[in-house]
């Protein structure tokens, strides 16, 4: 069987937008896509403490609400991929990117389904919006 790999992804979502990032630094998972945000899950973490601390490391903000939306698995070849998706709803400070690594940009969530066109990003785009349309 295939090694796991585990990240947390975090749809941020203000009113009818959400943040993406758009993956320009050579090297990095998913280089050339759009993507909803995330990041690895450290040994010992919990999902909750890597998406605090993914969300802060990325976006300079402190989240104060969010929810598990589900998860979407698939593989690389190499090793099995569990991304834990969760919808941020609050948080306190103003997004920037501390990082500088890669571009964030706020769009529509029309929008961003046309933009993040890895088939798994369009399967996390399919946790957010059943979500939000109640």
Sequence with gaps: SLPERHWVISAIVRGDTIQL???VEEGTSLYGYTIVPGGTIK???TEGGALRREVEEEYGVEITAYKRLGMV????GKRMCFRHVFLVTEWTGN????ENRNNHI?????EARRMCNHKTQQLILDLVEAELSG
């Design 73 to 76: 698995n698939d593989s690389d």
């Design 106 to 110: 706020e769009v529509s969530l029309c």
């Design 43 to 45: 040994e010992g973490e």
């Design 21 to 23: 990032e758009e993956r």
């Design 95 to 98: 997004l920037t990117n501390p």
